[in-house]
């Protein structure tokens, strides 16, 4: 038997509606979007109606949704996009210690460039103990070399959903620009280009049931960017490179379930994240639960056991799917630069687990996790004790 899945925000299954509108152009639809013949014209309209339903989740124009590889790559040309065409206004690049490695490396590379002209100066801020990214520091930090601020809209380990719109506020007010990474929180929470007031936003395909591969780098129409892939005009010229159809495909129909859904799927991950803690805390009145208390995902939950290891935990977790905040070895503890920048105390950080649950997790999985998750940290209390 599979494990109890709980690692949605790793990655998502495939929703089987997504896949099966997938399948046409798996066995039948074949052609190349920019060929003018029927074959090429059912793909390109195709791709179109997904463009179109991507657009509409995110209440955008479709002309500002240019498809990527996935949210890496989304990241990577929104910030170094942004870097080189913005060079002569300034370098100055503002962005949160919490960031996923996919905006974090990309902030060390523009930095590393030993001091030549196309060096950047990145300003990483501290979030406080929830994880929380205080807007006024973002004003502070702002300069007239200021060309971008990049903040994820909720954070993959701790599920603490920042405030993107005033910090998009107060960097409009000073003309600089701003991109907040959505892999996590599209399709849990609602995600609007103009509520949040962002100028780039990436979206990733894996994390919201469509597959890996594909993503979205929504573009405000008048932003400029500095190519990252060169090659023919596809995608208005934004990003060369043959559209990935079935991928497109599969990624519209994703974004289309969300746009129709969103409150059904909020309601039923919070209720599974909420028992799945709320049984553990009853169980270990000695645990914690990390992120904001209440600007938080609805399907993340990180727990810190206090005095475990997580990678023990994880290792004794036979019959679950999750992730550790933590890896411990002999001569030292590699606690995850989340948890580092919150300040959680070594005792709780390094037995930190991260729960994520999802569209298709049910009552009794949850149940059984429950059960499960107990007897492995019964049973290294119990050993802990001993020695």
């Known amino acids: 038997m599979d ?7 790793a990655t998502t299954p495939i929703d089987p509606q ?47 949704v240019v498809f ?63 994880g929380w990214l205080d807007p006024r520091q973002v004003s502070e930090a702002i300069t007239g070399e ?24 107060i960097a409009h007010r000073q003309g600089v620009l701003v991109h907040a990474d959505c892999a996590q929180s599209i399709g849990k929470i609602p995600v609007n280009v103009d509520d949040l007031g962002v100028d780039l936003l990436t979206v ?58 969103l409150t059904h799927y909020q309601d039923h991950m919070r209720k599974m994240r909420d028992q799945l803690e709320s049984g553990l805390l009853d169980r270990f009145p000695g645990s914690r639960v990390n992120g904001h208390p209440e600007k938080r995902l609805p399907n993340t939950s990180s727990m810190s056991f206090k005095n475990l290891e997580a990678n023990q935990i994880l290792d004794g977790l036979k019959g679950v799917a999750a992730s550790a905040g933590a890896a411990c070895h002999s001569d030292r503890v590699e606690v995850s630069s989340v948890l580092e920048a919150m300040n959680v105390p070594l005792e709780y950080a390094m037995g930190t687990m991260r729960f994520s649950v999802g569209r298709f997790t049910t009552d009794k999985e949850i149940q059984l996790a429950i059960e499960e998750i107990s007897q492995v940290i019964t049973g290294l209390t119990a050993a802990l004790q001993k020695a």
């Open 3 to 9: 494990p109890i899945y709980l690692d949605y925000n």
């Open 18 to 64: 997504v896949a099966e509108a997938m399948l046409p152009f798996v066995h039948q639809h074949y052609g190349n979007p920019s060929s003018s013949h029927a074959l090429g014209v059912t793909t390109h309209d195709a791709v179109g109606e997904a463009r179109g339903r991507i657009a509409e989740m995110l209440a955008c124009l479709p002309q500002e």
């Open 68 to 130: 990527t590889s996935g949210g890496t790559e989304a990241n990577n040309y929104a910030i170094k996009g942004v870097a080189g065409a913005y060079r002569a206004k300034g370098k100055h690049i503002i962005t949160s210690a919490v960031e996923h490695p996919a905006v974090i490396e990309v902030c060390r590379f523009l930095e590393g460039k030993d001091g030549g002209p196309n060096t950047s100066r990145i300003t990483y801020l501290p979030v406080d103990q929830f």
């Open 146 to 169: 200021t060309v971008l601020v990049t903040v994820m809209h909720a954070n993959n380990e701790v599920g603490t959903v920042e405030p993107i719109r005033e910090i998009a506020d």
């Open 204 to 261: 990733a395909g894996h994390k919201l049931y469509a597959p890996k591969g594909i993503g979205v780098l929504y573009i405000r129409t008048g932003v400029k960017l500095e190519k990252l892939m060169h090659g023919a005009n596809h995608e208005m010229n934004w990003r060369a490179g043959t559209e990935n159809v079935i991928e497109i495909v599969g990624l519209g129909k994703a974004c289309q379930l969300i746009h129709q859904n």
